[in-house]
């Protein structure tokens, strides 16, 4: 018929390639330059993660550049199909009917004689197209009817969307997630004199379990130390509650037993040991203090850890120190 | 439409000259083994575990390739099914080849030394797997399992040549049908058992389907090689079209994506995660020239091939194909000493040692072919589905 090998692998290829190119340069773009953060401790450029998502996007864009340039360059869009898909022959060929080739590039080839051939055996010729005037087609972009259809999308699609957004939406049943019989916060009510929707708790209220504490940072740890007293005593329970918030939250700074060793080191200023005679020789309260309060690059914890956890660690660390210092009792 | 006066040419032997080469590749092969097992047994272990794996890659590789065609019922492969079903015979070298391994298990398996078991928790833990006698068992049976169906596969398809009889194809379906479950367990605990416990710390659950992948591709590259050389030298039949390349070079090319799926899969999970007990497998192979060994594999496992098949003129190129199909295999060989060698050695070495078996298991793959190509007809010529594999189009 004359068709030629198809083009379109070259479409593919140039769509997978600008997918492949276009998404490894835009994971990289976001995690080196627009929002870098460490993650599991990998650098930045961690290429290996990127590659799942290029392989998928460089997939995608092969084959919506197929579908893509299959109907843009060889469909000649707004033909969405080859004209030979148009006729009659096609709808029925295969069905009831069978198509049949002929060169007519042939000099002796005449359209009447191949006519009668193909009737003379007993069949019925239903008609004859010439592949030069599929194989040259032009794409009808100003068809009034192709400029109808565009117009028409284009207002369905802003009427739709403005009516569903704007109107819709109020309208009941609908609106049953956006008008609900309740404030929101921060919002104005005619309803109480003050007009705040919120009630303010009454003056002087206190949550269940509150203990307010009197220091503050600056105040010297083993000066305010002295009164404070640890409510709990090392058993097995506290030691082991200690243990685990030791390790949740202290370990990744001040290293698993306390040497101020961990991983992070070198990271940030590193952590001075907690074996150190200043250290052990101070009251628990001051432990408990540092704790609370923070003290140079360590920030407070008497948000994340509650009261009891970090008396609980106080009593751990206590531990770990006797274990670096052994008393000549304690091996016996 | 039956293709106009189709030849079949049932029966012919190979050329005398690659027959000589085979039995000298073979007998140097064989020489060099035995200087290297003489020389230096753990070296010589270590590369008798790489040629053992690769010969039983293309041998079970081959038994999977019938029992695909039996069960998907496909015709293109049809008229080469023989060549899978000569290169199966690689099973007996198989059991040969595991003998002076199993001699040398001591110097090779880490987890074969009692004492050594006993002071470590990891390997007490996985003992009643790893164990000599179960593994000594567990290799029986595997090779149980792919002889048995191998051996009847093969016995239906001579006895269908003699009176074309269907029943004979209904049989090795129903086989094929049981055979491939049987494969998919009995690969993955090969490779597991064989490479995977070189390091027997180490675990990934990926390894299995890793060897399994690379086992096929191996297989259909040795099979594209030869149906691609013989049929240029006027084998099978005259008449193999581009329908029947496009097909191998199809297969092959689906196959190393495939390859490289899994290998990146397995790669990514375990550097994504981290865990030092099973980063340090990767981590050995990323240091002191190892890199580069790894780098290799993932240009000529994977790029380059992928480049030289992807587009679909060149499937249909024979010179590709068979350009393709001796790139993989020498990466297939590539990846095994990767898979091995850094339990062996820290740097990567290469000597007689190395290329002792690799020109035995060549060798050895011409010299059963060309015995079997004389003895047996090259075309199947009683297979109902012989002259549609023949007029094989896309």
Redesign the interface.
Same mark, same amino acid.
Do not use: D, T
């Given at each position: 018929m004359g068709l030629k090998?198809t083009k379109l *692998?070259f479409v593919t290829l140039a769509a997978g390639i600008l997918g492949a190119v276009g998404m490894i340069s835009f994971a990289s773009w976001v995690a080196v330059v627009d929002y870098p953060q460490v993650i *599991? *401790?990998?650098p930045y450029w961690s290429w290996?993660?990127f590659?799942?998502v290029t392989y998928e996007i460089a997939v995608l864009l092969a084959v919506l550049g197929t579908v893509g340039g299959m109907i843009a360059f060889f469909f000649k869009f707004p033909n969405t199909s080859h004209p030979l898909h148009d006729t009659p022959y096609m709808k029925k060929v295969s069905a009831d009917k069978f198509g049949v080739t002929i060169q007519s590039e042939d000099p002796s080839f005449d359209e009447k004689k191949v006519r009668d051939l193909l009737k003379s055996t007993g069949g019925e010729v239903e008609a004859i197209y010439y592949t030069e005037e599929f194989l040259n087609f032009k794409p009808n972009t100003f068809d009034p009817k192709f400029i109808l259809l565009l117009v028409g999308i284009s207002l369905a699609t802003s009427a739709g969307g403005y009516l569903y957004w704007n109107k819709l939406l109020y309208m009941p049943p609908f609106d049953w997630m956006m008008e609900q019989p309740r404030f929101d916060v921060q919002s104005q009510t005619e309803y109480y004199v003050d007009g705040h929707s919120m009630r303010l708790s009454v003056a002087g209220t206190v949550a269940r379990g509150f203990l307010p504490y009197p220091y503050k940072l600056g105040d010297k740890a083993d000066s305010v130390g002295k009164y404070l007293v640890n409510p709990l005593l090392p058993t097995k329970t506290t030691l082991d509650l200690g243990k685990k918030k030791y390790l949740t939250f202290c370990s990744p700074c001040h290293g698993n037993f306390g040497n101020g060793d961990s991983r992070l080191r070198g990271q940030f200023p590193n952590p001075p040991t907690l074996h150190s005679d200043k250290v052990r020789t101070w009251p628990d309260g001051a432990i408990f203090h540092t704790m609370t309060v923070g003290q140079n690059v360590m920030p407070s914890y008497q948000y994340q850890i509650t009261r009891e956890d970090r008396w609980a660690i106080v009593n751990y660390i206590r531990t770990l120190q006797r274990a670096y210092n052994a008393k000549e009792s304690d091996l016996q | 439409m039956s293709a106009h006066e189709t030849v079949i040419i049932p029966k012919k032997e190979l050329p005398a000259n690659i027959v000589r080469l085979g039995w000298a590749l073979t007998l140097i092969g064989l020489a060099l083994v035995t200087v290297s097992y003489l020389t230096d047994a753990q070296r010589a272990g270590f590369n008798n575990i790489i040629g053992f794996t690769f010969l039983a890659s293309i041998a079970v590789g081959a038994v999977f390739f019938i029992a695909l065609e039996y069960i998907a019922g496909a015709v293109w492969t049809t008229p080469f099914r023989r060549v899978l079903e000569f290169l199966g015979m690689l099973l007996i070298p198989v059991a040969l080849l595991a003998i002076p391994l199993f001699l040398n298990l001591h110097d090779l398996y880490h987890w074969t030394h009692a004492d050594v078991v006993a002071n470590d928790k990891v390997l007490l833990s996985k003992s009643p797997y790893l164990n000599e006698q179960f593994f000594t068992i567990r290799f029986g049976i595997y090779l149980l399992i792919w002889g048995a169906f191998y051996f009847i596969f093969r016995r239906n398809s001579m006895k269908q040549d003699l009176n074309s009889d269907q029943k004979f194809t209904k049989k090795n379906i129903a086989l094929a049908a049981a055979f491939i479950p049987l494969l998919a367990i009995s690969i993955s605990l090969f490779s597991i058992d064989w490479l995977m416990s070189l390091e027997p710390h180490w675990f990934s659950t990926m390894f299995g389907v890793y060897y399994f992948t690379g086992t096929i591709l191996t297989a259909l590259a040795v099979t594209t090689y030869f149906v691609v050389v013989l049929s240029e030298k006027g084998f099978f039949f005259k008449g193999i079209n581009e329908n029947h390349y496009y097909s191998f070079g199809a297969l092959m090319f689906g196959l190393l994506s495939f390859w490289a799926y899994i290998a990146?899969s397995q790669?990514?999970l375990i550097?994504?995660a981290?865990l030092p007990e099973e980063n340090f497998w990767f981590i050995s192979r990323w240091q002191n020239g190892w890199e580069y060994v790894s780098i290799a594999i993932v240009l000529l496992h994977f790029w380059i091939p992928y480049f030289m098949l992807v587009?679909?003129?060149s499937k249909m190129k024979p010179t590709v194909l068979k350009n393709s199909a001796l790139l993989l295999i020498f990466s297939h060989f590539l990846d095994l000493y990767w898979l091995v060698m850094p339990t062996y050695s820290d740097t990567p070495v290469f000597s007689y040692y190395e290329l002792a078996f690799p020109i035995l298991t060549v060798g050895l793959i011409i010299v059963l072919f060309a015995i079997q190509a004389k003895k047996y007809n090259m075309v199947p010529v009683g297979d109902p589905k012989l002259q549609r594999g023949i007029d094989f189009h896309l």
């Open positions: 090998e *692998g *599991g *401790g990998k290996p993660a590659v799942p | 990146f790669f990514m550097w994504y981290n587009s679909r003129p």
